[in-house]
């Protein structure tokens, strides 16, 4: 039955059927960038796409960004609200409403995640 129902962890579409929710804030921000594939554009080590901004290190650039916003509060405003800052040279395409479907810890493990990216 589970093996059934992680058949579509192929498809990368709903994490929480390829593994139990991490209880620790950074492992279950890793999830959920996952399961939003926030990797079609942007890329980690790595790993995902090159058409947005590389997150690798976006814990140390965040915090850079807007003079007097700390790398937390910019990491979340960039989700909730991404037009709010542009990154120069990119367009101003990143889709909105990504927090929507989050519960709000899930937002926090997001935001905590990718501040930890150094
Ligand atoms: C359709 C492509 C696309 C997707 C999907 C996308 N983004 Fe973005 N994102 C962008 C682009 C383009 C920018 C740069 C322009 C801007 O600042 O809005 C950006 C900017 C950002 C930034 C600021 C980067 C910096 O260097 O300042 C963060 C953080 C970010 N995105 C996080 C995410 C997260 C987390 C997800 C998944 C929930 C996501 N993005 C999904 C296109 C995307």
Same mark, same amino acid.
């Given at each position: *039955? +589970?093996?059934?129902?992680?058949?579509?962890?192929?498809?990368?579409?709903?994490?929480?059927?390829?593994?139990?929710?991490? /209880?620790?804030?950074?492992? $279950?921000? +890793?999830q959920?960038?996952? =399961?939003?594939?926030?990797? $079609?554009?942007?890329?980690?080590?790595?790993?995902?796409? $090159?058409?947005?901004?590389?997150?690798?290190?976006?814990?140390?650039?965040?915090? /850079?960004?807007?003079?007097? #916003?700390?790398?937390?509060?910019?990491? +979340?405003?960039?989700?909730? =609200? @991404? =037009?709010?800052?542009?990154?120069?040279?990119?367009?101003?395409? *990143? @889709?909105?409403?990504?927090?929507?479907?989050?519960? @709000?810890?899930?937002?926090?493990?997001l #935001?905590?995640?990718? /501040? =930890?990216? +150094?």
């Amino acid at each position: *039955m +589970r093996l059934l129902l992680c058949a579509c962890t192929a498809l990368s579409i709903a994490v929480a059927c390829a593994e139990p929710p991490a /209880t620790d804030p950074v492992a $279950r921000g +890793r999830q959920v960038y996952r =399961s939003l594939d926030c990797g $079609r554009c942007h890329q980690i080590a790595g790993e995902g796409a $090159r058409f947005a901004p590389e997150l690798t290190h976006i814990g140390t650039v965040a915090a /850079t960004r807007v003079p007097g #916003v700390a790398a937390e509060a910019y990491i +979340r405003e960039s989700i909730v =609200s @991404p =037009s709010a800052y542009v990154v120069p040279g990119y367009p101003d395409v *990143m @889709p909105h409403g990504f927090q929507l479907g989050l519960s @709000p810890a899930d937002l926090d493990a997001l #935001v905590t995640y990718l /501040t =930890s990216l +150094r």
